[in-house]
């Protein structure tokens, strides 16, 4: 069992934390893959993981999709899934429409495939027009949603139909960039009617309800990239989560998560599914906090973070070259990622933030995960 410290708190874990949780819920986009493009390592780690004891859910927040579709793509990733693996954010979004709507009821689909499938497979009935007296409108992510789609669930909204969206991510990552999301579409909609939907996605409840209802977990392990979805949804219910390095948040984002958005473990990638996770000890007096992580110190004083190594005082770079997220390393590693550094810079952080004393610069050697934290220390 995880020996980790209350939700919110960067905390550690005696063993592995695929042996501590019986369920890893794992974002899909900058965690297994980034766009079309497999994240290094992580089919190998996930095998692992899995052989282990853990049982793996794919959670995604994008409801264009439908599962199998999610599925296939994971397979040809070489990370096996089948469609019972994967809960989506569509999923969720209808749950709520059957929970609040009569059988047969109409729905004004503004969204894909897999919103669109989801619907219908909860015994409601698609429809495209406001015209067609829809009962509630649902909303996702659909690249090809074009101004007429969005004028009939502009004037369905205003007539003041049910409106419920997917999720409210303002992008997408993509091979070219990070582009508009159903959040984007949200607000327009939000401007055009002076409405606001209720909400399925992360960080709301209601799918990771979903997910706890079709997995079953017990001991469940929220795995995500990102702060305000897929950690802050953990946060608020309860559930510890592990913060992986390799898709939207960096060292820097990490070291300012704001309260109701910080995880209980961080890790390079999706390899510290297979490690203990060191513990992190943190003392504060008025002015000052140090924070401890295997041999290495942060200290937050003055509004300025500094470290220091017991091992090896003139040590100013991480233990392990493995911390790079793209080395070409087996799936297992040594105990020692080289983001030690890193976790008592968050943890030391985080405590002078909730004090009023916010963290701005560095001072002295900085280790390699902590580099460029804030603009002027790269």
Partial sequence: MSDHRPVGTLGGSATPLAESFDVALLDLDGVIYRGADPVPRAAEALQAARDAGMRLAFVTNNALRPPDAVAEKLN????????????????????????????????????????????????????????????????????????ARLCEAALAIRAGRLWIASNLDSTVPAERGLLPGAGSFVALLRTATDRAPLVAGKPERALHEESIRRTGAERPLVVGDRLDTDIEGAVRAGTPSLLVLTGVVDAAAAVAAPAGQRPTFLGADL???????????????????????????????????????????????????????????????????????LRAACAAAWAAADAGNEVRSVEGDVPESCRGLFADDC
């Avoid at 513990?279 to 500094?306: F, Y």
């Avoid at 017991?310 to 590693?333: G, L, V, W």
Wanted: hydrophobic share 40%.
């Fill in 76 to 147: 040809g990733m070489d990370v096996p899934a089948d469609v019972d693996d994967v809960v989506t954010s569509a999923q969720a979004a209808a749950r709520m429409l059957a929970e609040r709507l009569d059988e047969g009821s109409r729905v004004l689909v503004t969204g894909g495939a897999g919103l669109r499938q989801a619907v219908a497979e909860r015994g409601l009935v698609p429809v495209d027009g406001a015209d067609d007296d829809p009962a509630a409108v649902v909303q996702g992510y659909d690249p090809e949603l074009t101004y």
């Fill in 271 to 341: 390899r510290a599914l297979l490690q203990p996770a060191p513990d992190v000890h943190v003392e504060a007096s008025s002015a000052v906090v140090e924070a401890r992580c295997g041999a290495w110190c942060c200290r937050a004083e003055a509004g300025a973070l500094s470290w220091h190594n017991d091992a090896d005082p003139d040590a100013n770079t991480d233990a392990n070259p493995d911390a790079n997220p793209d080395a070409k390393t087996d799936a297992k590693t040594d105990a020692d990622d080289g983001l030690d550094p």
